[in-house]
């Protein structure tokens, strides 16, 4: 039952975790796609709140992506 409090999604809308590079890859085409498919752009690199051009290698825009750097463990002696 849903209440009278506002609510961030809408019932179509949910999140759920990405567990395979598959769906993450499905889900990636998805949100770069929606501008063109949207009529907003004609090319997915055109909209400036996309990671599309990150994503090829283009360029870092606006909306940053997750770049892990290598992790370097670091060891303290003790004196």
Excluded at 61 to 79: C, D, F, S, Y
């Amino acid at each position: 039952m849903w209440s009278d409090e506002p609510h961030v999604w809408q019932r179509r809308f949910y999140d759920f975790n990405v567990w395979s590079e598959r769906k993450r890859i499905e889900k990636l085409r998805y949100m770069h796609r929606n501008p063109v498919k949207r009529g907003l752009v004609l090319e997915p690199e055109q909209w400036e709140w996309s990671s599309y051009r990150s994503y090829v290698g283009q360029e870092e825009g606006k909306v940053k992506i997750n770049q892990w750097p290598e992790v370097v463990m670091k060891i303290r002696t003790v004196a």
